[in-house]
């Protein structure tokens, strides 16, 4: 499953924990201010929570002046429509 954040609520990251916990393989895609969470503290974060993977909006991360952590990867909106067309399942928090 997919999930989309698009804001640096710490609330939205345990949601995903509640919400995700028996979901087999579990991806985050940080969008506008959600991209506040790309830190490397937050992906070990999302890591203790069972996330697999964790991608960041290269437009959002450049309009804040923000460099994501090295296991975070960085998309463009191809990238991110790819990305989108993989998951059946895509819920926004």
Known sequence: ?????????????RQLAVIGKDDDEKAVLLVS???????????????????DDVFAAEDALE??????ADDVEVMDYDDMAALLEEHDKIITL
């Open 1 to 13: 499953m997919l999930y989309i954040l698009n804001k640096p609520v710490l609330e939205s990251v």
């Open 63 to 68: 309009a804040r002046n923000i460099e994501a």
């Open 33 to 51: 201010d959600g991209v506040f969470l790309s830190t490397e503290a937050m992906f070990k974060r999302f890591e203790e929570i069972g996330v």
